[in-house]
């Protein structure tokens, strides 16, 4: 390694090294692409250079440009490959991939994008060819750095006061890997958590089912249901039984954030901490409801570990996809939702008074034409790439119809034989999904702002006739709420409701179908930003 011509100018061999990557990122998607990285890389370069600036030690120097080239090189092979920085679920991802999956992947995925990585180390190597002389001698010097410290000094304050500096103020690799180590943490000790025993009372002991339709992936303005120009959803636009909410959204863009936050009290408002703040499973197992989790999602893998770990707390667990090794393999493969049909039947012939099922679907996770059997293929995957996903989504909603049809139908013809107990049921959606809808990409990864058809979601309720009745006396207003703003973060609180459950962690105010429902709470998302609604294009 050479050290000549060590002017102050040679530092713009390390800027170039740090702006790499994001300039990358910029122009393969700047749909994703948040002009806050390249301002975090340049402070934290800035940062990691004072010892460097203090002592003009040379290893400091190419310690420092090792980190960051480090840091580029993960930050760059995820843009290439999946067109978006890292965060944390990718991680989740990684680790739970074997080698197989992981070149039947990389097959998927090569593109001559990947030679970007031989600029990339040749700008590393030129960095460490010429090492800049930084001083802090002179008084033009002094006053140069000093107000970037500042800078920065002040940037970072700002932050840490506002409790967003992990958020705004961490590069994304970074920001990436502590977000999971938190999470790993928190899902861990989950695992070996212990139900709660609560206080809780029923205001009404009349027989009672609710049953809690989890979709996944599915975003509402490809409902026709909702408005949308193909006819997908044509067996619930048939039904006149069904609510149908059109301002429902979910605080957060992926499914492990989204069901811990609306199976638990945690909420987008108050985070608290997973592993010990109360969960619905703490409530019903202090009452006398009898739980169940049927579930088309794979159990396998640190992916789905949070669900799984809440979902063990079930008094009846079901699992019915065993096509695959892992979370990641099973949406690689076909397992269809109809299979949740019979567990669900199982569960109604069981004779507790009191019973809450819970039906998680694949719904309409990618890969959308795993989703659905041949016979719903009724848009053609052929053509151009967009053409393909969205014809493939599309048939993967229309299946989801089917599904969400079928299931309100064997209700129906449960309750005519059952007409003492009164039944709920609740459909809705994870989060949704972006399918060309916003910019030029489709899944519900986001970089600096999520896109509306990440969070908008079909919301759906349907009652049995003995519901009805009594809903009819005791919340009137429910039929009334078909506008009002809601986000499933507070599910929670609603459940209760629909459940009859009297507990101290009940808020009425947070709960839809509530009285006392505030409808002007302020819904922020999990970027930080207030959801408005976007004119239709």
């Known amino acids: 390694m050479t050290h000549k011509n060590n002017s102050s100018l040679n530092i713009l061999w390390l800027i170039a090294l740090v702006l790499f990557t994001p300039v990358t990122g910029l122009i393969l998607n700047s749909n994703v692409f948040s002009a806050r990285s390249i301002l975090l890389l340049l402070m934290w370069s800035e940062v990691l250079l004072v010892p460097y600036v203090l002592t003009r030690r040379k290893w400091l120097y190419v310690t420092v440009a090792s980190l960051l080239f480090a840091d580029g090189l993960i930050n760059l092979f995820h843009w290439v490959v999946l067109k978006c920085p890292l965060n944390a679920s990718s991680i989740f991802v990684f680790l739970n991939t074997n080698f197989n999956e992981a070149s039947e992947f990389m097959a998927i995925k090569m593109t001559p994008l990947l030679l970007l990585f031989i600029p990339y180390i040749a700008l590393f190597v030129l960095t460490l060819k010429h090492i800049p ?73 009349d027989s009672t ?56 009290e945690s909420n987008i408002d108050h985070p608290l901490p997973l592993d010990t703040c109360i969960h619905i499973f703490d409530i019903l197992h202090s009452s006398p409801y009898k739980s169940y989790w049927l579930s088309n999602q794979s ?45 669900l ?144 973060d507070d599910l929670f609180h609603t459940l209760l409701d629909l459940s009859c459950i009297a507990t101290h962690s009940f808020n009425p105010t947070r709960s839809f179908f509530n009285p006392e429902y505030d409808s002007t709470r302020e819904r922020r998302l999990e970027d930080g930003t207030i959801y408005t609604i976007q004119p239709k294009q």
């Open 345 to 488: 039947q199982s569960a109604l012939t069981d004779t507790a008074k009191h019973k809450v099922v819970f039906l998680h679907l694949m719904g309409n996770h990618t890969q959308y034409s795993k989703r659905y059997p041949d016979n719903f293929e009724l848009y053609e995957d052929k053509g151009d790439k967009h053409t393909r996903v969205i014809n493939t989504y599309d048939n993967a909603i229309l299946y989801n119809d089917f599904i969400v049809d079928s299931i309100l139908t064997m209700l129906n013809s449960y309750s005519h034989s059952h007409s003492g107990v009164r039944i709920s049921a609740l459909y809705f959606s994870d989060h949704g999904e972006n399918v060309y809808d916003e910019g030029d990409y489709s899944g519900h990864d986001y970089s600096d702002r999520i896109p509306n058809a990440n969070v908008e979601i079909p919301f759906i309720l349907w009652f049995s006739p003995s519901q009805k009745e009594f809903l009819s006396i005791n919340n009137p207003l429910i039929e009334q709420r078909l506008h009002t703003p809601y986000m499933i």
């Open 209 to 264: 089912l609710v049953v809690v339709i989890i979709g996944e992936s599915c975003n509402r303005n490809h409902l026709s249901l909702y408005g949308y120009n193909r006819k997908t959803t044509p067996r619930l636009q048939a039904r006149n039984d069904i609510l149908v909410f059109d301002n429902v959204v979910s605080a957060n863009s992926n499914t492990l954030r989204s069901v811990m936050n609306f199976l638990t």
């Open 299 to 343: 159990p396998i893998g640190l992916w789905d570990n949070g669900v799984t770990s809440l979902a063990q707390n079930a008094d009846v667990k079901r699992f019915v996809n065993i096509t695959a090794n892992s979370s990641k393999e099973s949406t690689m493969t076909v397992s269809l939702d109809q299979r949740l049909f019979d567990p």
């Open 133 to 205: 002389q930084l001083s802090f001698r002179s008084k033009g010097e002094i006053i140069l750095w000093s107000a970037l410290w500042f800078f920065v000094a002040v940037f970072f304050t700002e932050n840490i006061l506002h409790q967003r500096f992990l958020r705004l103020a961490v590069p994304d690799v970074e920001r990436a890997f502590v977000s999971f180590f938190e999470e790993s943490k928190e899902y861990k000790n989950l695992k070996t958590r212990a139900l709660y025993n609560l206080d809780t009372r029923l205001s009404s002991n």
